[in-house]
């Protein structure tokens, strides 16, 4: 849930089978009121999408081949209405994200700040410096104007600035709440 009336948010992650998500997108509707302004947003996020990504990210520069990727799972992603954007920047730099997504049209998006837990190996891998204090900044758009925003944050806030954001997307199967 996704608050765009309020600086604070409550974030709430849960994973449950496909079976049962429209039924607690529903639920959700009706008891948070998501119809209503400023009440939030409620979205499901398939993990296929996700895993896909991840696999993508670990086979990056390997001669792997990614099994799945090309056909049922990655149309599908291509024909969702909805994107969830996602910079992960260092801290400090969610308010530049902020600006040049605004300026690119978006409405508004979540900062969530995070902390790096992980080896040497992945920090080298991605060619990043050692900062551990980490915002992720969330963006919910259609899905057509995913890759502008996107190439607005990469081109602001991307790797070759302070900011050194990697910038992802993620389909949605259902929204409620815009």
Not at 11 to 25: G, Q, R, T
Not at 62 to 72: L, Q, S
Not at 159 to 175: F, K
């Amino acid at each position: 849930m996704l608050g765009l009336g309020s600086i604070d948010k409550s974030v709430l992650i849960s994973m449950v089978p496909k079976n049962l998500s429209d039924v607690l997108m529903d639920k959700l509707r009706s008891e948070l009121r998501l119809h209503a302004a400023n009440s939030g947003i409620a979205f499901t996020i398939p993990l296929n999408g996700a895993t896909n990504l991840i696999f993508r990210i670990r086979t990056q520069g390997t001669e792997k081949e990614v099994p799945g990727i090309k056909g049922k799972e990655e149309s599908r992603m291509s024909e969702t209405k909805y994107s969830l954007v996602a910079a992960i920047v260092n801290r400090g730099f969610s308010g530049d994200v902020m600006e040049t997504v605004r300026a690119a049209g978006a409405k508004g998006g979540t900062v969530i700040h995070s902390r790096r837990i992980g080896d040497k190996d992945a920090t080298s891998f991605w060619g990043l410096s050692v900062q551990d204090e980490k915002e992720i900044v969330l963006i919910l758009t259609e899905s057509v104007n995913k890759v502008a925003l996107m190439k607005c944050i990469g081109e602001s806030c991307g790797m070759h600035s302070e900011a050194q954001g990697i910038v992802m997307s993620l389909p949605i199967d259902s929204v409620a709440g815009i």
